[in-house]
C-alpha cells in the first residue's frame, strides 16, 4: 500500500530559530500534498494544499512567511517554520496524494516543541 | 460550508461495552467521502474507513461497524465487546472528493477500562 514517510517524529528547537520537517511518499508519486497541524487534545485544522511545482495555497489565518511549504518533486514536500517560537509547538502531520490509484494517505506526524 | 461534528468529547467504558462514536456532517456537495481515523497516543492516523456519499451500506469489520445515514448526515461508528486497546482518540473526517482537503470533526477520546 501506499506509504508516507514523516521526518522528524520529534523535535526540540530553541526559539528563533528555523526547523525543516519533510514528508515523502515512498511509493508513489504524490501530485497533492496537505500539511495540517493538531493543538494538544485538539482536532487537526489544515494549513496549506501544496501542488507539485506550484506555490502552496494556504488556509486562511496562517502565515505564510513562518510556515514555507515547498513541493520541488512528486515525491517530497517539505514545512519550515521560520523563527520558531513557543507558540509554534505542535503535531505537525502531512498528507499526499497521488488523486489515482494510492487515494490519500498520511504521514506518522512529527511534534515540535520550541523552547 | 462543510462541518463534522463530534459532539462526544470523551467516553468512558469498561472492557466488553459495547460502545458507538456519533459523527454528524454538513456539506452541500452531492459527492462527498466520509473517514474515521483512530489516533493512538504515539500520534500517527490509522485509517480504519471511507465511505462514499453514494453507498449508504452499513460497514462491519470484526469488532467494528459503521452507520452511514444520509437522512440524518450521521456516520456513526460502534465498536463491539470493546477492549484496552481501543483506547484512543477516533477522529470523523469530510472530504469533497476522493482525493481533497480533509474536514476533521473536534475527536471523540474513547477510554476503555479493564
Known amino acids: 500500500g501506499a506509504v508516507v514517510s514523516q521526518h522528524p517524529s520529534r523535535v526540540i528547537c530553541k526559539s528563533g530559530t528555523s526547523v525543516k520537517i519533510e514528508c515523502r511518499s515512498l511509493d508513489f508519486q504524490a501530485t ?13 485544522m489544515l494549513m496549506a494544499t501544496s501542488n507539485e511545482g506550484s506555490k502552496a495555497t494556504y488556509e486562511q489565518g496562517v502565515e505564510k512567511d513562518k510556515f514555507l511549504i515547498n513541493h520541488a518533486s512528486l515525491t517530497l514536500s517539505t514545512l519550515t517554520v521560520t523563527s520558531a517560537h513557543p507558540e509554534d509547538s505542535s503535531f505537525y502531520i502531512c498528507s499526499a496524494t497521488d488523486r489515482g490509484q494510492y487515494g490519500y494517505t498520511f504521514g506518522s506526524g512529527t511534534r515540535l516543541t520550541v523552547v | 460550508a462543510q ?30 467521502y466520509l473517514f474515521w481515523y483512530k ?21 462491519i469489520s470484526g469488532r467494528y461497524s459503521w452507520n452511514f445515514q444520509k437522512s440524518t448526515s450521521s456516520f456513526n461508528f ?16 469530510l472530504s469533497e472528493s476522493n482525493f481533497n482537503k480533509f474536514y476533521f470533526g473536534s475527536g471523540t477520546k474513547l477510554n476503555v477500562k479493564p
Open chain 2, 3 to 32: 462541518k463534522v461534528t463530534q459532539a462526544q468529547t470523551e467516553i468512558s467504558v469498561v472492557e466488553k461495552e459495547d460502545v458507538t462514536l456519533d459523527c454528524v456532517y454538513e456539506t452541500r456537495d452531492t459527492t462527498y
Open chain 2, 78 to 93: 460502534t465498536i463491539t465487546a470493546s477492549q484496552v486497546v481501543d483506547s484512543a482518540v477516533y477522529f470523523c473526517a
Open chain 1, 32 to 44: 497533492t500534498m496537505f500539511w495540517y497541524r493538531q493543538f494538544p487534545k485538539k482536532s487537526l
Open chain 2, 39 to 59: 489516533q493512538p497516543p504515539s500520534g500517527e492516523l490509522v485509517f480504519l474507513i471511507r465511505r462514499n456519499s453514494f453507498d449508504e451500506q452499513n460497514e
